[in-house]
């Protein structure tokens, strides 16, 4: 008989599980009948591309990571790797910070906060020389006796010192998650560094260790990807992809998902949904297995009256919200030579700009030569009340950024600020042993599975791979089907 599954929210968790549903369907283990509910009148979510004559801007994200194989095996499977492309000139290009108001280089080897090559940390201009001593202390530096999470903050400074904190560490990995590094969990984001700690007694050589066996394995079978790839077109042709990859009549936008509840005699979900605004009415679904992909605070509402103690745990997990800002320029207007990937911003260099990517160097086929693409980030948990301001002033204040830091003399030729409304979750102290509790919690209901950004990873990769594991325990739970 046929089964039907439910997959809520047209990002690409929802869209990667509803994949995975349809090539599980037929390969045959089980027929099913799947559809997405998506609420906006666009897949998609957070990914999003714009042709504007010769540009082509990201609105959201530009790329994703592969050594978490889930986005590119998926490229594989849609038929695209051809399309994938990795950053230009790969291993030529720097990584800028501001320091003092200028453009610095970051040194070469900082693995997101530990330094590998000491003559460059030792040349850099961004560290005092006591910092640099405290560094070179750090194999020295005691194991933590305590166990348990620690926030990012502490951990960076406990072992390195706080001017890695505040110059380094803060803006890459802080960056990274929009997040306050006091509150942002070790655990949770950056796993590795704590059991280098345990290990090796040193983030510093458990780096260089790391690096090597990186170079090693890259010598012995030949990297074939970058670290990061995008696609030609845009991120949105990985949204298209997918479309088009669906059956036909798996998809429905505009339809939000108010409740779901559990019919017990029928042993069938209820799914009730709204038209937003397309059409005025609501309606009803009744489905085998339902997979929510919704940012955590949308999946609570949705879930509250079913267990109230689920969603006070999936509203616990806080969001903050940012923008992205797309500016470009005459190539002629930008006096800095843009011989990098972009830059990011310490808070303590109070500026408005988290990071920056200089999106015409970057990938290719973004902007004609004469044109530089640069694509900001505003807001995050350092900066909420940035988001207050009209399109208009952000796009001044950030122009104002960029004309100091990139000594630019013309004004914008295109301005694109996209807003990201509570859309990046904080994993905070604590956020692993929350998604232990909510996963316990969904014991109980068996043909429910949680899938997206808000649990066990941000990237695109990681969202890919939540997406479609929750697909094959919906379809474990409906039938005796095992994934190999
Ligand atoms: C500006 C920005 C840049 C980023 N850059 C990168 C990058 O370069 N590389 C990378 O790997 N990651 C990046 N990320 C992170 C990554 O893109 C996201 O975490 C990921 O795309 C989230 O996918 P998702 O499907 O879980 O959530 P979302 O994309 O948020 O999708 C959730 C969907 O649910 C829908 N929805 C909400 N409520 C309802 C409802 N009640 N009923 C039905 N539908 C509903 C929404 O409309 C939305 O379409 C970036 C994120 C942002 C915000």
């Not at 997959?7 to 369907?25: C, D, K, M, Q």
């Not at 933590?144 to 904190?165: K, N």
């Not at 950056?190 to 290990?199: A, D, I, K, V, Y």
């Not at 969202?463 to 479609?468: F, L, M, R, T, V």
């Amino acid at each position: 008989m046929t089964k039907h599954i439910i997959v809520i929210g047209g990002g690409i968790s929802g869209l990667a599980a509803a994949h995975r549903l349809t090539e599980l369907s037929r390969a045959g283990p089980v027929e099913l009948r799947v559809t997405l509910l998506e609420a906006s009148d666009r897949l998609g979510g957070v990914i999003a591309t714009e042709r504007t004559g010769d540009l082509l801007l990201e609105l959201g994200p530009d790329s994703y990571i592969t050594d978490k194989p889930a986005a590119l095996r998926l490229c594989e499977r849609l038929g695209l790797t051809d399309r994938l492309i990795a950053p230009q000139h790969s291993t030529g290009l720097k990584l800028y910070t501001v320091h003092r108001g200028r453009l610095e280089p970051l040194p070469e080897g900082f693995l997101l906060m530990a330094p590998t090559r000491a003559g460059s940390v030792l040349r850099s201009p961004l560290f005092s020389l006591s910092a640099k001593l405290r560094m070179g202390l750090e194999p020295l530096i005691p194991r933590r006796s305590a166990s348990g999470d620690e926030s990012l903050a502490s951990f960076v400074r406990r072992r390195l010192g706080r001017e890695v904190l505040e110059r380094v560490a803060q803006p890459l990995i802080g960056g990274i998650y929009a997040s306050d590094p006091e509150h942002l969990s070790l655990a949770a984001t950056m796993p590795r560094f704590p059991e280098m700690e345990r290990r090796h007694g040193s983030v510093i050589l458990g780096s260089r260790r790391a690096q090597k066996r990186r170079a090693q394995s890259t010598r012995e079978t030949g990297a074939r990807w970058s670290l990061f790839v995008s696609i030609d077109g845009g991120m949105e042709v990985l949204v298209r992809s997918i479309e088009e990859a669906l059956e036909p009549d798996t998809v429905r936008l505009g339809e939000s998902v108010r409740e779901l509840s559990w019919n017990p005699d029928a042993r069938r979900w209820r799914v009730a949904t709204g038209r937003n605004g397309l059409e005025p009415r609501s309606g009803e679904l009744e489905a085998d297995a339902v997979i929510c992909t919704l940012p955590a605070h949308a999946a609570a509402n949705t879930l509250a009256r079913l267990d109230s103690d689920l969603g006070n745990e999936l509203k616990a997990i806080p969001f903050s919200s940012t923008a992205t800002v797309n500016l470009a320029y005459r190539r002629s207007d930008v006096a800095h030579p843009l011989d990098g990937y972009g830059f990011v911003v310490p808070h303590v260099e109070g500026r408005k700009i988290m990071a920056c990517t200089f999106s015409s160097v970057k990938y290719a086929g973004r902007a004609p030569d004469d044109v530089a693409l640069l694509r900001c980030f505003v807001g995050g948990g350092l900066q909420p009340h940035l988001l207050d301001e009209p399109d208009e002033s952000m796009e001044a204040q950030v122009h104002d950024d960029l004309r100091a830091l990139l000594r630019i003399s013309g004004e914008p030729i295109l301005h694109r600020t996209t807003r990201y409304p509570d859309s990046m979750p904080q994993y905070n102290v604590g956020h692993l042993e929350r998604v232990e509790r909510i996963t316990s919690k969904l014991k109980y209901l068996a043909t429910l599975a949680l899938a997206g950004k808000s649990y066990r990873g941000v990237g695109i990769a990681d969202c890919i791979a939540s997406g479609e594991t929750a697909a094959e325990t919906a379809v474990k739970s409906l039938t005796s089907w095992r994934a190999d």
